[in-house]
Every structure is written in structure tokens, then in C-alpha cells.
């Protein structure tokens, strides 16, 4: 090592690195040779390279606190904030009682943000200061009293202060006991925070056992406001004698307030904020004088605190005055000064003004959304639903509501507001809008993947807010969705906070509902669409079932039964024997002219061997499909499980009619009286009626018979329609296409006389 420190003495660095690489290599645990290649590339300039081997020697001697702060002191210039705390931790291992060492680690902790770290450290150097170190105890506890309320830890900041007062008692200044009043104060803690002001300020509260008048008070109070009113009198002027007369009360003890000179007027105020929220309301008459002299541009801060004390026990009256000069001040101009006085206002009965203010704050505090809503309800209750409608419109832009939690938050409760207040004016697009909105902010994703989107449009003739199918290619590419998927989850956060999971479903059904009441069935499907998409309501079963109800009745009424189909397709698969649903299977099928679902009812026959509605359905199908040996089979299986339905007997009796009719048969005379048969025995099934001869006279006019055909319509043509119980008597009116039909007949006889009877009586609507 002596042989290494000359050559590094000599400037032959090189040989000297070399030699302490092989010491090292010796003995790795000796410090020295690390100490000379730190200063050996400090000497070079690598001031890197030279902390970390000093780093190493210090951790190999680490009992020399000097070192450890030294390397603090490097690791500071090269701003590595960290190393430096962890240095100076190193450096208190061996020294705890440095005070320096302390106070240097705190302010770091507190460059970090580390807040409590800080504090903990602060209060070990509070421990090891002397008593005879009073100056520094206590401006180090002012500070950290002063820390520990900005980080809204106002009783680790009360501990800090009563400790202060109970060490050193006779260093305790004015700013101490301003501090330690706002502490309490801030902690509603008000009779310790007089309890302070008077044992240390010089003031002096005393009761005397006396009767009150409340006529004496009640002027002494009015004098209080006209001094107000004197300097406010410029703007604008508040007649004491338009408010109602302060409530007094009669006591045997008078309580008095002496303030010495030199009280500065914070710790008055703090006083009397104090005695307002102890109800000790007599000493307030001269304090108050006192404060009202005050410029309120000068003390406008102090007039507010006591202001707020009044309005905190309902003591409107007395705020109202003090408000009202705040607000007529220019320094004091401010929003939340003009909510104060709004409140106020509010509490007196004053709605016209309080509604003036409350736009006030708006107009400086456009976000306020507490403000929004209150002038909102105010000018609902003055009969202004217009305005009370401009004041709950939209604070923030879609771009902001999409990356920021916080402003998705505000945005979502106004929206709330906004849509009560426009379903109870009977405003129906501007309340979807408002729906929409707030299911566009969490369902965001969900819609991203349903292809469906948020427009603005003025088709309507107003511009008002609808949803509509995309293609994939204008969907937002991966990249931009998975930046949307992370703001997304922060907001559904925020968003699950105002409302729960049965909020929001809620809130959907209305949207669904409020869709369909407006014949817009389309975007009720849409809506359905992009809920499923969402997993809180996929995952859920039966909101999922519901949810697929739904999108069923909105693709039956906008006529979407192509759509349709995939939801009672699915539906049937888990209810097959469920009447109902086969119903509406009917309807869909039978409007979307699609044979889509022939191979669907085949495949579920074969799970389904013994169900009659397949059986029957499988029947229809293969008829109309012209394979009528098949349909004739299922036909038949039906009627054996229930032989006594006429709608199996004609399905029956028109099959075999047919295959009769075709060209190339075999025994076509023996299949003709089989449905014949089949017919006749629907006819004594069903009875006598419009529909039974109806539907013998074109069996038989499908065959030629024309003769027997016209016998049976005209027997048709006798007879009233049936009665049937929910439907109009002229939908199961059959004589308009039973004179039709004996009008071809005629028709191709050459009788024209008789078609034009026929159709002149049964055919003109």
C-alpha cells in the first residue's frame, strides 16, 4: 500500500491502479487500497468511479462516520438523494446523538416526500436537544407543527406543540399561540384553543353574575352591522331591519373580555371564533366592533373565520354582514367567499339572491360542481327550469373525462343531477343524452369491442346524442386501446365509488326503456350489444339472461329478426320446453323469410326425441320444403300424442292432398280419400265455422273439384267470424279471401256478373 500511494504521489496512476487491484486481489477485505482508487479517479476526474470505491472502503470500515459523510456530501452533488440518506443512516449507526447528522437525513426525507421519515426524525432531534437549547426546540417544533398540518395530521402537530409549551414555558411567543389556536381550532377543540389564548396572550375572559336585557343586546348587535354597512355602502348596502331579529337569550352571568394592547389581530379572531362556537356570545359585541373598523381588503381573511364560526351554530344574521362586505371588496372577490354567502343567503330564505351568488361562483368556479347543483335546485325552485338546466351542463370535454378519474367523477354526479331534472320536464332526448353519456364512461371498452360508438347528430331537427354501429377499422388500433384499457380501469374505479354494480344496472334499464318509448329500437340493440361486452354484467347470469331479453324485443321491434333469431335460437338450447319461447321462434322465423333454422330444429329433434313443438315445427318445415313423406311422419307422431287437435287432423289431410297432386304418384285415388278423411275429421273437431269450410272449399278447389269447392265457400260466406278473446273480430274475418277465391272460379267460367258481386260485396275495404 506505501509502495501504490508514492507511485499515486509521483502521478504514476496506472502502476498505482495496478498495484491496488492486486492488494485487493490478496486482500479483499482491506479498506485501503478502495480509499486510493477512490481518490486516485477523483484525481482523474471519474467522479463516479471514485464514489463507488469509496462507497466500498466505507462499508469495509464502517465505524468512520466522517467517511459516511462525506460520501453523503458526494452522493448530493451527483443528486443521488437516495445514497445520501442511506449514508448519513450509516453515518447515525455509529453516532445517533449527531444532531447535524439528523436534521440533514429529515431534509432529504423530505426532498423525497417521505413525510413521515422526516417527521420521526425531527422529533429524535426535539429528544436530544438540551434545555438549555430553548430557541431552537421551539422553532423546531413551529416547523414541524407547520409540516404535520399540511399533511392533515393535525393531532401529531397538537402533541408537537403541547410538548413545546410544557418544556419551555417562558419562550413562548404570540406566533406560538397563534399556531397552537389554529391547531385546536382546526381540530374543534375550542375550549382548549381558549384555554391557550388566555393563559398566555394577556387576555383576560371574566364572568360576572348579573340580568341581561335582550333588548340591549339585540342593539348592540345592530350597531356591530351598520358599521358594516358603512363601508360596504359604495356597492352595496344590507338594512339590518330585513333580516328577522337575532334570538337573545337572558342569563345571570355576564361574561367580559379584556384584550391588552400589543394582541396582535389574529388571536383576537381566533378568540372570538372560539367564544361563537362555545355559544359565549356576549363579549362578542365589542370584538366585533373592533373587527368591522378593519379594512376588509387588508383583513378579509380574518373576516371569513369568523364569518364561517357563525355559520358553522347557525348564527346566518351575524355572517350575513361580514359576507356581504367580503364579497364587495376586490381583494375578496373570490368563489369561495361568494358560496359562504350564498349559503347564507340560502339558510335566510333570500332564494333570489342566493341564486345571484351561487351564478357568481359558477362564473369564477366553473367546476364547483356543489355550486352547480345548488343554483341548479334554486332556479328549479324560482320556476327558471331553463336556467336550471344551463347550470348542470357538461364540465368537461370527452378527452379529459377520458383520462382523468377525478374529473369522471365530478362529471358523473352532475350527469345525475342533470338527467332527474330533465325526466321531471318531460325533456326525453336531452334525458337519454344524459343516460347515454353516463353508460358511455363505463362501458367505453365494452363499446370499443361491440363496434358500437357515441355521436352527436341534429337529424332530429336538435342536436342530440345517438349510438351507432362502426366499422372495425375506425375502432382506435392496439396500442391506443391498451392506453385506454389502463385509464379505463382507474376510471372504473372512480366510477364503481359514486354508483354500485345495481346503480349502474339500473341506470341501463332506464336507458333501454327510455330507447324503446322513443322508437329507437336500433340503438336499444346496440346498447344490449356493448352491456354484454361488459364482464360485470356478462359474468352475472341472470343480468346476462335479462340483458339477452332484452336485445330479443329491441330486434323484434326494429324488425331485425335476422338478429333476433341468434338470441331465441340460444334461448331455446336452454329452455326447450318452454312454450313461449317456441311462440316467438315462430314469429321471427316465419318474418325473416330465412331456412335457416330447418337444420337447427333437426339437430335439437335429435337431442330432443320427445318434444311436440319440435316435432310439429319439423313438420312445417319439411312441407314447405316439399319433402312431404317427412313432414307426414312428424305429422303423424303429433297426432298420435294427441289425437283430438284439429291443427294435427288438416296439417294431416292437406299433406296427403299434396302428394295427391303431383305429378308422378302412386295411388293417388287412395292418398285423396285419406286426406279427405284427415279433413273431414278436422271439420268435427273444429265445428261449423268460417275457417273449417274455408279451408275444405280450397282442398278441394287446389284439386279441381270446383263444384264441391263452391259449396263449401258459400257455406263459408254464410257464417259470422269467429270471436276470439284479445283479437279483432276483422283479423279472423275469412270472407274477403273466400269471396276472392270463388271469384277465380267464376272468374275462369266466364261468369263475370258473379265476380263483380262477389267482390263489390265481400272485397272492398
Known amino acids: ?68 459523510v462525506r460520501l453523503a456530501e458526494m452522493s448530493l452533488e451527483q443528486d443521488n438523494i437516495k445514497q445520501a ?13 449527531n444532531v447535524r447528522y439528523l436534521w440533514e437525513r429529515s431534509s432529504l426525507y423530505e426532498q423525497m416526500g417521505d413525510h413521515k421519515m422526516a417527521m420521526d426524525g425531527y422529533r429524535r432531534i426535539l429528544n436530544l436537544l438540551s434545555p438549555f437549547d430553548g430557541e431552537r426546540f421551539m422553532q423546531l417544533a413551529r416547523d414541524m407543527a407547520k409540516s404535520y398540518y399540511e399533511a392533515n395530521d393535525v393531532t401529531s402537530a397538537i402533541e408537537i406543540m403541547e410538548e413545546a409549551f410544557t418544556k419551555h414555558h417562558s419562550l413562548i411567543s404570540m406566533e406560538d399561540i397563534n399556531i397552537a389556536a389554529e391547531l385546536y381550532i382546526s381540530n374543534k377543540q375550542y375550549d382548549k384553543a381558549m384555554a391557550v389564548i388566555t393563559d398566555f396572550s394577556g387576555i383576560v375572559v371574566s364572568k360576572k353574575v348579573t340580568e341581561q336585557g335582550p333588548s340591549e343586546e339585540n342593539k348592540d348587535m345592530k350597531d356591530v352591522v351598520a358599521v358594516v354597512e358603512i363601508q360596504e355602502s359604495q356597492v352595496a348596502v344590507i338594512d339590518y331591519q330585513d333580516f328577522p331579529a337575532e334570538s337573545s337569550t337572558v342569563s345571570e352571568d355576564k361574561v367580559s373580555c379584556s384584550i391588552p394592547d400589543g394582541v396582535p389581530i389574529d388571536i383576537t379572531v381566533k378568540l372570538m371564533v372560539c367564544l361563537v362556537h362555545l355559544n359565549i356570545l356576549e363579549p362578542l359585541r365589542p370584538l366585533l366592533t373592533t373587527l368591522v373598523e378593519q379594512n376588509p381588503e387588508d383583513m378579509g381573511d380574518l373576516y371569513l373565520d369568523v364569518a364561517e ?65 345548488s343554483l341548479s335546485t334554486l332556479q328549479q325552485q324560482l320556476g327558471r327550469p331553463e336556467k336550471a338546466l344551463e347550470a348542470l351542463e357538461p364540465m368537461y370535454d370527452p378527452d379529459t373525462l377520458a383520462q382523468d378519474a377525478n374529473a369522471a367523477q365530478q362529471e358523473l354526479k352532475l350527469l345525475l343531477h342533470r338527467s332527474t331534472l330533465l325526466y321531471s320536464q318531460g325533456k326525453m332526448y336531452g334525458y337519454v343524452d344524459t343516460l347515454l353519456t353516463m353508460l358511455a364512461m363505463l362501458l367505453k371498452v365494452a363499446m370499443n369491442r ?34 385506454a384499457n389502463c385509464d379505463a380501469k382507474a ?12 346503480d349502474w344496472w339500473n341506470l341501463l334499464l332506464k336507458a333501454i326503456y327510455s330507447l324503446c318509448d322513443l322508437s329507437r329500437y336500433e340503438e336499444a340493440e346496440l346498447l344490449v350489444d356493448s352491456s354484454l361486452e361488459y364482464y360485470s354484467f356478462y359474468d352475472d347470469r341472470q343480468k346476462r339472461k335479462e340483458l339477452e331479453y332484452f336485445g330479443l324485443s329491441a330486434a323484434i321491434l326494429d324488425k331485425n329478426f335476422r338478429k333476433g333469431y341468434n338470441y331465441i335460437r340460444i334461448m331455446l338450447m336452454e329452455n326447450v320446453n318452454k312454450p313461449q319461447l317456441w311462440n316467438i321462434f315462430n314469429q321471427v322465423t316465419m318474418h325473416s323469410q330465412d331456412v335457416r333454422h330447418h337444420r337447427f330444429c333437426l339437430r335439437l329433434m335429435l337431442k330432443n326425441p320427445d318434444n311436440h313443438a319440435l316435432c310439429v315445427l319439423n313438420g312445417h318445415n319439411a312441407f314447405v320444403s316439399g319433402s312431404f313423406k317427412h313432414a307426414l311422419g312428424q305429422y303423424v307422431q303429433a297426432f298420435r300424442t294427441n289425437p283430438d287437435e284439429p ?4 296439417c294431416i289431410g292437406l299433406t296427403f292432398i299434396h302428394m295427391a297432386s303431383q305429378k308422378y304418384v302412386l295411388k293417388r285415388h287412395a292418398l285423396l280419400v285419406q286426406g279427405f278423411s284427415f279433413l273431414h275429421r278436422y271439420l268435427g273437431l273444429r265445428g261449423p265455422c268460417q275457417e273449417s269450410f274455408y279451408n275444405l272449399g280450397r282442398g278441394l278447389h287446389q284439386l279441381g273439384l270446383v263444384h264441391m ?22 283479423q279472423t274475418d275469412l270472407r274477403r279471401d273466400v269471396a276472392f277465391n270463388l271469384s277465380l272460379i267464376y272468374q275462369s267460367s266466364g261468369n263475370l256478373r258473379m265476380v263483380q258481386k262477389l267482390l263489390h260485396t265481400h272485397g272492398i275495404v
Open 1 to 68: 500500500m506505501g509502495e501504490a500511494n508514492i507511485r499515486f504521489a509521483r502521478g504514476e496512476h496506472e502502476e498505482a491502479i495496478l498495484m491496488c487491484m492486486e492488494i485487493i486481489r490478496q486482500a479483499p477485505l482491506a479498506y485501503e487500497p478502495f480509499s486510493t482508487l477512490a481518490m486516485i479517479y477523483e484525481d482523474q476526474g471519474d467522479m463516479e468511479k471514485s464514489l463507488q470505491f469509496e462507497l466500498i472502503a466505507a462499508h469495509l470500515n464502517p465505524s468512520d462516520t466522517e467517511e459516511w
Open 85 to 97: 440518506i442511506f449514508c448519513y443512516s450509516k453515518a447515525l449507526k455509529y453516532d445517533p446523538t
Open 309 to 373: 364560526a357563525f355559520l358553522d351554530v347557525g348564527e346566518y344574521n351575524s355572517a350575513l354582514p361580514l359576507l356581504s362586505a367580503l364579497v364587495c371588496s376586490e381583494r375578496y372577490n373570490l368563489a369561495v367567499v361568494w358560496l359562504r354567502h350564498a349559503e347564507c343567503l340560502k339558510a335566510l330564505g333570500y332564494m333570489e339572491r342566493a341564486a345571484e351568488s351561487y351564478a357568481k361562483v359558477v362564473d369564477l368556479a366553473p367546476l364547483h360542481l356543489d355550486a352547480r347543483i
Open 450 to 483: 361491440a363496434q358500437v360508438c357515441l355521436i352527436s347528430s341534429s337529424k332530429s331537427g336538435e342536436r342530440h346524442l345517438y349510438l351507432m354501429k362502426v366499422s372495425r377499422d375506425k375502432i382506435s388500433d392496439n396500442d391506443d386501446q391498451e392506453t
Open 491 to 502: 376510471i372504473f374505479a372512480v366510477l364503481t365509488s359514486v354508483l354500485t354494480k345495481d
Open 647 to 650: 291443427l294435427y287432423s288438416l
Open 709 to 730: 269447392a263452391i259449396h263449401y265457400y258459400q257455406k263459408a260466406l254464410e257464417l259470422p267470424p269467429l270471436v276470439l278473446e284479445g283479437i279483432e273480430a276483422d
